[in-house]
């Protein structure tokens, strides 16, 4: 079984079929989905899709693009609902350079993802950090106020030098359909020098779908091909390739505990 350690399932694109296609995942193989918050809304939307499907969990958090939305309230209303059973992790957090050039509006994320890295240790949650074109001050506040939390970055787009430090730190890898890209070349490296045991499979879906569906709406059903390019990299078959990455999945979003599955 493979494990899609984050994913979108509340996005408009899948209003259409969302049902149909979430009752299908296991029999084409997909165990467990984790659906990541990005705002206060898709938070809500991940809690009840968790609470509807055995097979989802959630993640509750602000991503670094609507981090505008966050104040005292908000804050405590995410901590409420690290108390819910199937709140696996706070996210995604972190920075986002690309969209937001505004020193301001920057400073605020900073100040938020500190402040969500802070409340997932409080809870005893890893974390899903989100980070792009932001590698020196995400690194920085991971390594001031992260350290001893865990987590993953997801769709890392950083090299191996940053893939280094961030494992050091204990983080997992998050890697989706970008490897599968002809062009990615840094992910496929980073890919060849983390453990097997450090490295996590992701759709991001709507996002990121593999080749050969680049471009179009992706889902969990595409994982076989992320599945399959991780093992060629790796020197290591694809069914090898998903019991590792689904007990680091489980791991990540320490789920061994019985009483969390
Ligand atoms: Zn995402």
Not at 63 to 73: F, I, R, T, V, Y
Not at 101 to 115: H, I, L, P, Y
Not at 196 to 205: F, G, N, Q, S
Request: with cysteine; net charge negative; proline share 3%.
């Amino acid at each position: 079984m493979i494990f899609d350690t984050h994913a979108h399932y509340d996005d408009a694109q899948f209003d259409a079929d969302r049902e149909a296609l979430l009752e299908s995942l296991n029999t084409h193989g997909i165990g467990r989905v984790v659906n990541i918050g990005a705002n206060i809304e898709s938070t809500k939307s991940s809690v009840a899709l968790a609470e509807k499907y055995p097979f989802i969990y959630a993640a509750a958090g602000v991503h670094p693009s609507d981090a505008g939305q966050l104040n005292e309230d908000v804050y405590q209303w995410l901590k409420t609902l690290t108390a819910h059973e199937k709140v696996v992790a706070i996210g995604e957090i972190g920075l986002d350079y690309y969209w937001e050039k505004e020193a301001d509006v920057r400073a605020n994320q900073r100040e938020w993802f500190v402040r969500q890295l802070e409340l997932a240790r409080e809870c005893g949650l890893p974390v899903s950090i989100h980070s792009r074109d932001a590698a020196k001050d995400t690194l920085d506040i991971v390594k001031g106020h992260g350290r001893d939390v865990g987590g993953v970055v997801h769709c890392f787009s950083y090299g191996v030098e940053l893939a280094r430090e961030y494992l050091n730190m204990g983080y997992y890898i998050g890697v989706g359909g970008v490897v599968t890209f002809n062009n990615a070349k840094s992910i496929k490296e980073v890919v060849d020098y983390a453990p097997m045991d450090r490295i996590v499979i992701e759709t991001d879906c709507p996002y990121l779908a593999p080749v050969p569906h680049r471009g179009k709406r992706n889902s969990s059903l595409n994982l076989p091909y992320v599945v399959s390019a991780i093992s060629q990299i790796k020197g290591i078959s694809p069914e090898e390739v998903e019991a590792i990455t689904w007990k680091n999945g489980m791991d990540l979003y320490r789920m061994a505990d019985a009483s969390r599955q």
